[in-house]
C-alpha cells in the first residue's frame, strides 16, 4: 500500500492484484500493478515487495487459482 501511495504521489496510476492459489481456498496475496507509460499506460508491471525477485515478477500461472485487479483512484 505504501508503494502504491508513493507511485500514485509522482504521477503513475497503481492497481492492486489480489490472488488465489491452487492450494488455498481463500485470496492469500496482493501486491502493486504500476502503469507504463504514466500518462498513458498500455503496460501493467507487478512489483511484489514480499518477494526476492525482479520488478515485472509474478507467481507463476500454474500456481494462480484466480485474479482479482483493482483500480485505485
Not at 5 to 31: A, E, F
Not at 64 to 72: G, K, L, M
Request: net charge negative; hydrophobic share 40%; proline share 8%.
Amino acid at each position: 500500500i505504501v508503494l502504491a501511495s508513493m507511485l500514485q504521489t509522482v504521477g503513475y496510476p497503481v492497481k492492486l492484484r489480489v490472488i488465489r492459489t491452487k492450494d488455498s481456498d481463500d485470496w492469500n496475496h496482493i501486491y502493486v500493478l504500476v502503469g507504463l507509460p504514466p500518462r498513458q499506460p498500455n503496460k501493467w508491471m507487478p512489483l511484489d515487495g514480499s518477494v526476492n525477485q525482479h520488478a515485472g515478477w509474478e507467481a507463476p500461472k500454474e500456481m494462480i487459482a484466480e485474479i482479482r485487479d483493482f483500480n485505485i483512484d
